[in-house]
């Protein structure tokens, strides 16, 4: 069982070095054999279509992308202030942008969706969770900024890890001051 | 002449058709054949290499989401406020929104450019003059809002429209009421 749970795990790995490396066209049951170094037919035994070998994926992305336990305990901690949401908000731009082939094949299979409708269902309940986890966790810390700031920072963040990933406009700009500047405008 | 200008720019919509319909590996000089309703070795004729064919897909995203020149009129002849950049901004968001095909299809070259840097060069150089251009605009009309600005607005705006057209995290509250809001936020 633990030894499936590996297995399990790394074939989800080879899933996004896949999307992130060829697009999400290129996100077959074979190529992520290819890419875990597996036998032919591997992934089809752990996620027997391509809709649970992409909810597979979506797992994996949201634990890749999870903050570190000990990094929300000692945040945990602190008296609740912007400078602590711009803590927060720092470090889930370096988390993005550190995990770069996670945060792409984030990207590829929301682009996916809009080919695929299909797609859609599962990655808005998906992405719904992790909205109301973090407009929960943010009242919880007694952080400013409720629903609408928080889906603000979502695009704004979104949009700005983009650019970074792909072809920035203006790659000069630390990325601190980009975040900087949007807290000092977008929280209330 | 003006009937390979024509066809040239017919292919191109093919393209982005593609592009948006199929990812960007489903670029190929046979699909936009195939989707333009062309003898197959067609676009291999206008477009001789797939960088080629790349570059007049970019030049035709430009005009499909440029600005109407009697909008741009119109506008020119009011006095410069942050009423009249909203508006701006809200044209921008439409356009993109409506143009579905189209900005799907820039987003899905940006990713490209992320897994091949010789796709980033040029489409760093094409976004740049976008900005400069907008940058110049922005000043040339008196408009609030500077470099900085106009950055933290593309990162915000391409994160918006992105979340809009695939799989929206909160799709109930209206497109107007975000722009409000990071105009109100970033606009110093």
Same mark, same amino acid.
């Given at each position: ?16 070095? /896949? ?13 992520? *054999? ?8 591997? #992934? ?13 994926? $979506? ?10 336990? *000990? ?8 008296? &609740?202030? !912007?400078?602590?949401?711009? %803590?927060? /908000?720092?470090?889930?731009?370096? !988390? ?19 080919? %695929? ?13 992790? $909205? ?14 409720? !629903?609408?700031?928080?889906?603000? $920072? ?9 650019? !970074?990933?792909?072809? &920035?406009?203006? &790659?000069? #700009? &630390?990325? *601190? ?12």
């Amino acid at each position: 069982m633990a030894k499936n749970e590996a297995r399990r795990t790394a074939l989800a790995d080879a899933g996004i070095s /896949v999307l992130a490396r060829e697009g999400s066209r290129g996100l077959t049951h074979r190529a992520v *054999d290819a890419a875990a170094g597996v036998p032919t037919g591997t #992934t089809s035994n752990y996620f027997r279509n391509r809709e649970a070998l992409i909810t597979g994926i $979506f797992e994996r992305i949201g634990t890749r992308l999870a903050p570190r336990a *000990d990094d929300l305990e000692a945040a945990a901690r602190e008296q &609740p202030s !912007r400078e602590l949401f711009t %803590r927060y /908000v720092r470090d889930i731009v370096r !988390r993005l942008t550190t995990n770069r082939e996670v945060t792409l094949a984030l990207y590829e299979l929301r682009l996916e969706a809009a080919r %695929r409708p299909e797609l859609a269902a599962p990655l808005v309940e998906w992405q719904h969770a992790a $909205f109301e986890a973090d407009i929960a966790f943010n009242e919880a810390a007694g952080l400013p900024g409720g !629903r609408r700031e928080i889906a603000l $920072f979502h695009y704004a963040i979104e949009g700005f890890v983009f650019d !970074r990933l792909t072809s &920035p406009i203006d &790659p000069e #700009t &630390p990325a *601190d001051e980009v975040i900087d500047d949007f807290v000092a405008g977008l929280l209330r």
